[in-house]
């Protein structure tokens, strides 16, 4: 009875070892990466361009492309409801009821089909995340935020972070296979201080992943690697690169 007990115990801290390390290397995406790839797989970036950032040709429309999410979506959804009336049933009530509009639309080659029956509510949800984050939205409104992101758009930070450092792009050979949003669950495990923080922009690694053999080997391992920024730093631009990254986590963790 004794060594069956103790079989058990053993099995029981063996199953716990296993789902705590499961559990470790579970990608934990963001909606906007969540709607993302929604988009992908539902053919949204076939009209209006990679990850939505430029559409394609629509001859006969007076605006002559599909519009893109980075640039153009504000002249169509002035808010996150209107967004979703566009995903669900291809276009606003605002837009139906207008004769000269619904003229208009007949004349492109492509229209916006209706998305309602093909996806679930939080996939809506996440797409909706993932077209306004892509428009830069919300944006932050106090100047030292605002600075950071525009710093870390100057500094390439969202070549691989994505449009505010909010998408979760394929990075092979890494822990987890891709290249963590800063507003994701990831980011506390990776930086858990404001000097930590300091060390990932000025040396591309901190002090503790650097000292971790695990750490550097999957660093290693990787295919894309964080820059050092040490070099290519203006004076304040921690302070406002911080401060953006502090305001972007504080946002609710699903929008809209």
Request: hydrophobic fraction near 40%.
């Amino acid at each position: 009875m004794a060594r069956r007990a103790l079989f058990l115990v053993l099995a029981m801290l063996a199953a716990i070892a296993f789902f705590a390390a499961a559990d470790s290397v579970r990608p934990r995406l963001t909606p906007p990466e969540r709607g993302r790839r929604v988009a992908e797989a539902n053919g949204c970036f076939s009209c209006h361009g990679p990850e939505g950032v430029k559409g394609v040709p629509n001859p006969g429309r007076a605006d002559l492309t599909v519009p893109a999410f980075s640039s153009a979506l504000m002249m169509y959804a002035k808010d996150a409801g209107e967004v979703r009336e566009w995903i669900e049933d291809g276009s606003t009530e605002a837009k139906r009821t207008s004769r000269t509009w619904r003229t208009e639309r007949e004349k492109g080659a492509l229209r916006m089909p209706a998305f309602e029956k093909r996806l679930t509510s939080r996939e809506i949800d996440d797409l909706v995340t993932f077209v306004l984050a892509s428009a830069g939205e919300p944006a932050p409104e106090d100047s030292l935020p605002a600075a950071g992101l525009e710093r870390a758009r100057d500094l390439g930070c969202f070549g691989c972070h994505g449009v505010g450092g909010r998408f979760a792009r394929p990075n092979p050979g890494s822990f987890k296979g891709y290249v963590p949003p800063w507003d994701g669950s990831d980011f506390p495990e990776l930086v858990t201080s404001r000097a930590e923080f300091d060390e990932w922009v000025e040396s591309g690694v901190s002090k503790r992943f650097a000292a971790n053999p695990a750490a550097t080997f999957f660093l290693k391992r990787a295919m894309l690697h964080m820059p050092h920024y040490r070099k290519h730093l203006q004076p304040g631009d921690p302070d406002a690169l911080w401060a953006y990254v502090t305001w972007l986590r504080a946002l609710p963790a699903s929008t809209p």
